[in-house]
């Protein structure tokens, strides 16, 4: 599935509508912008395939693009979250491995909230006293203890956080 700008489509549209930098061209969701073929990693092709065969460390797409094989460069214990940008990954992520291979490791977090919880973006992975570092989202979530009642117009008494999803009151587990 090629794009009428000759990238790679990254799926089919659902009811005319694609993701975020995508639009909706003749039923398939094609990157909105670039004029270079790319991969459905948005790593650049290095051509087309040749009789669905492409160079070593590159296999051929449905799209008839040549991408590159992707084989880890995270070490143990980390995930890639995508490809570094100009050699940058967001708070938390390194950038590991060279070229086109380049990708943003880290340990995905285990902190978690919804963002009407969350009290704002970590500064430098960190967060208030009360707060951890949602290093996915980066965003500071609450470190919630017991729960103390109902919240009261969006609010709680001193020294409780008001859970904004639940309306319920907690106290804050330093």
């Known amino acids: 599935m090629i794009c009428a700008n000759g990238q790679q489509a990254v799926g089919a549209c659902v009811n005319g509508q694609c993701g975020t930098g995508f639009t909706c061209t003749n039923g398939l969701c ?8 790319r991969c459905l990693d948005g790593s650049d092709a290095v051509g087309f395939c040749i009789n669905c065969l492409c160079g070593g460390n590159y ?5 008839n693009l040549c991408c590159p094989l992707f084989t880890t460069v995270c ?14 990954c967001p708070t938390g992520y390194t950038c590991y491995g060279t070229g086109i291979s380049q990708q943003c490791c880290g340990v995905v977090s285990t902190v978690t ?27 500071c979530c609450p470190n919630l203890g017991v729960e103390v009642g109902p919240c009261i117009g969006g609010a709680c008494a001193t020294g409780a956080y008001c859970q904004q999803s639940t309306q319920i009151c907690f106290t804050l587990l330093t």
């Open 75 to 88: 070490p143990t214990g980390t995930t890639s979250i995508g490809p570094c940008v100009n050699g940058v």
């Open 113 to 139: 909230c919804l963002a009407v919880d969350a009290a704002g973006p970590c500064i430098n992975g960190a967060c208030a006293s009360g707060f951890s570092c949602d290093t996915t989202d980066n965003q």
């Open 59 to 63: 296999y051929c797409t449905t799209g």
């Open 30 to 37: 094609c990157y909105a912008t670039s004029l270079t073929y």
